[in-house]
């Protein structure tokens, strides 16, 4: 599933996956992927083409599109080749394909500390699930801690709810308003993820197991 920022949270019940790459990994995957877009509509420039928006914009379409069909990047970037690619179909040159890249390239080539509330916390999720934790996105007449807590007795998982991911967080990826997300498991190890990417974390105790954390927005 991806949010209307355009990054991947992926709704999973009941499954580990324990061969992720890690958040550093994919951060450089794209920026190696931005930064091969830009390089191929330099080269189209040159050779006199995409010298337009609406060239710009199909070179870059198309350019989405053969990547896709070939999987010539990894699948750390599968999603985001996805939603670029569905957004400029749907909004044509003004999805703004070229300036995308070049932020995307900016972003992810800044150390991660550094980087959007919105960035750092797909960063966050992408190490816990190196280390074996499960991250689902609900709806909200999914949100109920006792239902969830039966349904994830057996595992670590991190819970947030999919609403809380467009009221909390700017269109530039800023936290604005504190964030609550349900862990079910040790939430320190979660407490210490969210501080290595510079978030300030309230954590509160339901009961044994069953957490509450809030992210808060920077000061």
Not at 33 to 42: E, G, I, N, R, V
Not at 108 to 137: D, F, M
Not at 147 to 152: P, Q, W
Not at 184 to 199: E, L, Q
């Amino acid at each position: 599933m991806q949010d209307s920022f355009g990054y991947t949270f992926a709704p999973m019940k009941k499954t580990k996956t324990t061969q992720h790459p890690s958040a550093e990994q994919t951060v450089a995957d794209l920026a190696h992927f931005a930064w091969c877009a830009l390089m191929a509509l330099h080269f189209a420039w040159q050779d006199g083409l995409a010298l337009s928006p609406l060239s710009t914009h199909t070179f870059l379409l198309r350019w989405l599109a053969v990547a896709q069909k070939q999987h010539r990047f990894p699948k750390s970037v599968a999603g985001d080749i996805d939603t670029l690619l569905a957004l400029g179909r749907k909004k044509g040159p003004g999805a703004g394909l070229h300036a995308r890249f070049g932020d995307l390239f900016d972003t992810c080539s800044q150390p991660a500390t550094q980087q959007s509330a919105l960035h750092r916390l797909t960063y966050a999720i992408e190490k816990l699930k190196t280390l074996g934790w499960v991250n689902a996105v609900l709806e909200d007449d999914e949100w109920n801690s006792d239902a969830l807590a039966a349904e994830y007795n057996d595992i670590s998982a991190l819970l947030v709810k999919k609403s809380d991911l467009h009221h909390h967080f700017s269109e530039q990826g800023r936290l604005l308003t504190p964030a609550e997300m349900l862990v079910i498991g040790n939430s320190g190890d979660v407490v210490d993820v969210f501080n290595t990417y510079g978030f300030q974390v309230i954590a509160q105790q339901l009961r044994a197991g069953l957490n509450i954390i809030t992210l808060q927005p920077a000061g």
